[in-house]
C-alpha cells in the first residue's frame, strides 16, 4: 500500500489554488486522493493493531473552518488523521499528516487535560530517571532524536521548584514525539513500513505514560 504521486500532486495544486471554484472543478481529483488517504491510514490501523490496540481512526476534514481566522483560504491542504488507543489502560494517540513539504507523524499527549498534566509533573518531580532512559534510548532517537516537543511554560508551574534538575521535562504543557518526512519519503515503497516502525518505537514512552496515568504517586491503581 503505497500513498500515490497523484493524490501528493492533487494536494501541491491545492495549496496553489486555494479557493472553492478550483476545488470544485477538481472535486474528482480530490475524491480519488481522499479514497488513496483513507486506504492508506486503514492500511496503518493493521499495522498498529499488530503491536498494539486501536479503537478508531479520525479523519480530519479538508474543509477550514474560517469564522474566526485571519486566513480565508476554504481548504486545508494536507490529509491528516489520528489513532486512538484501545481502553482506559492505553492512554495515548498517534496522529500523521501528509502535506507537500511538511508531512510529518506524531505521538504522545498533545494539550492533555489538567489532571493529567499534573499527575505527569509530580511523577518527574519525584523521578524522571525513567523517562529520560526511554527518550534517550537507541530505537527512540533514531527515529525522534532525543527530546520531545510540545509547548512549555516559560518558567516553572505553580508549586514547582525552577531550579528543580527536570525542570525542561516539568514545565511542558504537552508531551510529543515527532518525525519529519520529505516528499520523497512519503512517496517510497517503504513509508507505510516507516510510519509503523516509527510507531512501534513510541510503544516505551507510551508504556510508561500509561502506567503513571493510571496509578497515584504510590503506584496504585485508580482505574
Not at 120 to 127: A, D, S
Not at 173 to 187: E, M, P, S, W
Not at 196 to 208: C, E, G, I, M
Request: hydrophobic share 35%; charged share 35%; glycine share 6%.
Amino acid at each position: 500500500m503505497q500513498f500515490s504521486p497523484e493524490s501528493l500532486q492533487f494536494l501541491k495544486d491545492l495549496k496553489q489554488n486555494n479557493d472553492r471554484d478550483w476545488f470544485n472543478d477538481n472535486k474528482p481529483r480530490y475524491q480519488k486522493a481522499y479514497t488513496n488517504a483513507k486506504e492508506f491510514w486503514e492500511a496503518i490501523k493493521d499495522r498498529l493493531n499488530n503491536h498494539d490496540e486501536i479503537e478508531k481512526i479520525k479523519m480530519f476534514r479538508i474543509y477550514r473552518d474560517v469564522r474566526f481566522s485571519k486566513d480565508k483560504t476554504p481548504y486545508q491542504p494536507h490529509f491528516a488523521g489520528s489513532f486512538s488507543r484501545l481502553g482506559k489502560e492505553l492512554r495515548g494517540g498517534y496522529y500523521l499528516r501528509i502535506r507537500p513539504g511538511e508531512s510529518f507523524l506524531a505521538g504522545g499527549f498533545w494539550e492533555p487535560n489538567k489532571e493529567d498534566v499534573f499527575r505527569i509533573r509530580k511523577e518527574l518531580e519525584y523521578n524522571a530517571a525513567d523517562l529520560r532512559k526511554i527518550i534517550s534510548d537507541k530505537d527512540f532517537v533514531n527515529y525522534f532524536g532525543n527530546k520531545l516537543e510540545g509547548e512549555e511554560l516559560k518558567t516553572a508551574p505553580k508549586g514547582f521548584d525552577k531550579n528543580h534538575p527536570d525542570i525542561d521535562l516539568i514545565r511542558k504543557k504537552g508531551y510529543i514525539a515527532v518525525r519529519n518526512f520529505t516528499d520523497q519519503q512519503v512517496l517510497a515503497e517503504n513509508f507505510l513500513d516507516e510510519v509503523d516502525v516509527s510507531f512501534k518505537a513510541l510503544r516505551p514512552f507510551f508504556d510508561y505514560m500509561s502506567e503513571v496515568l493510571t496509578t497515584n504517586l504510590n503506584g496504585e491503581s485508580i482505574l
